[in-house]
């Protein structure tokens, strides 16, 4: 299954959902090939290729969306509801699942939406509910985009400091222009390999891989040097 075109503007200003598969989100949906008899959890999923074809991989998906209208459209391009369970509401405020009880957790493109106090939240509930062994699959924006350059000698600033999140951004408007601000929010978090390796090894989680890359998808104008996006995989202890 694949959307068409090849990106589609959220309902709720959040960017895009991409038709393509990124290799980040390929690494999640081979890895719920697996035989597991426990769900997989894809976070701000909206109505993403990646959940389809996990689903389309045969496991049990449960899919959060800030907006409930984004997972009514994944259920409608699902066709069958059967092996799928929505829960819409915020990552990390409204989510709640057992400890250990999911083999898997994708969250692609959402933690720029978050502060750094959520996202080691979040990081922390996510490592709490993984199976023992279980994988979380992250995919983020870099501030390695043509777009932010405007806001790198602040960044490199705040690095020598020590900041502890230096690419957290309360007001974009601030450092960047670009009509594609219109649909993102008045805050963004950038996030590097660094940052997002001690953040998930602060919340118990063993890195497996940590890496940037460039998705086939991104438009030109933000194409800086290959590192416009960071995956993260790691494993909870088994
Ligand atoms: C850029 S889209 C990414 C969609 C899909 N994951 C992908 O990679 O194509 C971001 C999605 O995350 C959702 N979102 C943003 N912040 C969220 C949060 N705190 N909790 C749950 N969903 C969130 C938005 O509603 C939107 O659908």
């Known amino acids: 299954m694949s959307l068409s075109p090849a990106r589609v503007l959220t309902r709720n200003r959040m960017g895009w959902v991409s038709a393509a598969i990124s290799d980040l989100s390929q690494a999640w949906v081979d890895d719920c090939r697996e035989p597991a008899g426990l769900p997989v959890l894809d976070i701000g999923a909206a109505f993403s290729s990646a959940s389809l074809a996990a689903l389309d991989a045969g496991i ?67 490592a709490r509910w993984l199976r023992p062994g279980g994988r979380l699959f992250l995919q983020a924006v870099t501030p390695f985009q043509a777009i932010f350059t405007g806001f790198h000698p602040e960044y490199e600033r705040r690095r020598q400091a020590g900041v502890r999140w230096p690419g957290y951004i309360p007001k974009l408007s601030e450092f960047a222009h670009h009509r594609q601000f219109s649909q993102m929010p008045r805050s963004v978090h950038l996030l590097d390999v660094e940052v997002l390796s001690r953040a998930a090894s602060e919340a118990g989680l063993e890195i497996e891989r940590c890496w940037y890359f460039r998705r086939a998808d991104q438009p030109r104008e933000i194409l800086l040097d290959g590192r416009e996006a960071v995956g993260l995989i790691a494993r909870s202890p088994a």
Do not use: Y
């Not at 899919?63 to 059967?82: F, I, K, V, W």
């Open 60 to 126: 049990s998906l449960i899919a959060n969306d800030l907006d409930p209208g984004h997972l009514a459209e994944l259920e409608r391009r699902a066709g069958s509801a059967a092996l799928l369970t929505l829960k819409p509401g915020h990552f990390p405020r409204d989510l709640h699942f057992e400890e250990r009880s999911l083999h898997s957790v994708h969250i692609s493109n959402v933690v720029h939406f978050l502060t750094g106090k959520q996202l080691d939240l979040g990081l922390r509930l996510i």
